[in-house]
């Protein structure tokens, strides 16, 4: 079975900081990899997606995520955070080429402090 | 909006109840899936529809739940004798297939069931 690691549970970060969350998964096959957003009162949405390809992906807003073969891994990055990025983070996994249903990890809170 | 589209997006019920959730999928989308989120955790997978039929169902779906979708576009999600672990955040998610590729899902906003 498949299983998503978060092991930020509360970021606290000042605007213009740096951002990286991580996100191990465990699965022996072919995954696809995904970050969601939720901002307080939204529903979540897609932040990026690695299907194939380059295992650097640039998602919106200026996030971006690169995908780790090696370490079962697939972090979040910004450069420079603003505090309109103050929301809940998820990284989820499913399986390519079978059961479409995604798991998520536990999430990961950010809140910037401008 | 063309987005997901749930309701109600608050339900309080007393204990032993039955309760009903709808979800209206973005239109082009013949994936239609539930998940639920509890306080401090990732949503969890329910259950996943392909057009009108429904492939997978998760051990968590116990027997008082059962979701339909009878003509392959909105979907709903009935509890029966509700109980207080019942309570939690019923998220609907929709996504289409391009070639042999699933696509990303898109979420709707969720339905909040409060259990008294």
């Known amino acids: 079975a498949q299983s998503v690691s978060q092991h930020n549970h509360h970021v606290i970060l000042s605007e213009a900081a740096s951002l990286e969350l991580g996100c191990n998964y465990s699965y022996g096959g072919t995954v696809n990899l995904f970050w969601y957003v939720q901002y307080p009162g939204q529903h979540l949405q897609l932040l990026l997606k690695y299907f194939s390809g380059d295992p650097l992906v640039k998602g919106i807003k200026g996030f971006e995520a690169e995908f780790i073969k090696s370490k079962f891994s697939f972090n979040l990055r910004k450069p420079s955070v603003q505090w309109s990025d103050t929301a809940e983070y998820f990284c989820a996994v499913n399986e390519d080429f079978g059961n479409e249903k995604l798991t998520f990890g536990t999430g990961t809170r950010l809140t910037i402090i401008p | 909006d063309t987005g997901v589209s749930q309701n109600p997006r608050h339900k309080i019920t007393k204990r032993g109840q039955n309760v009903t959730f709808r979800c209206d999928p973005i239109?082009?989308?013949?994936?239609l899936y539930w998940y639920r989120q509890t306080l401090g955790q990732g949503p969890e997978f329910l259950t996943y529809f392909q057009n009108e039929a429904q492939l997978e169902k998760s051990r968590l779906l116990s027997d008082r739940f059962s979701a339909e979708r009878p003509k392959g576009s909105f979907s709903t999600l009935e509890i029966q004798r509700t109980e207080q672990g019942d309570s939690a955040m019923y998220l609907c998610a929709s996504s289409s297939i391009m070639g042999d590729s699933n696509q990303p899902q898109h979420f709707g906003d969720g339905t909040r069931l409060s259990i008294l």
């Open positions: 239109s082009e989308h013949n994936r």
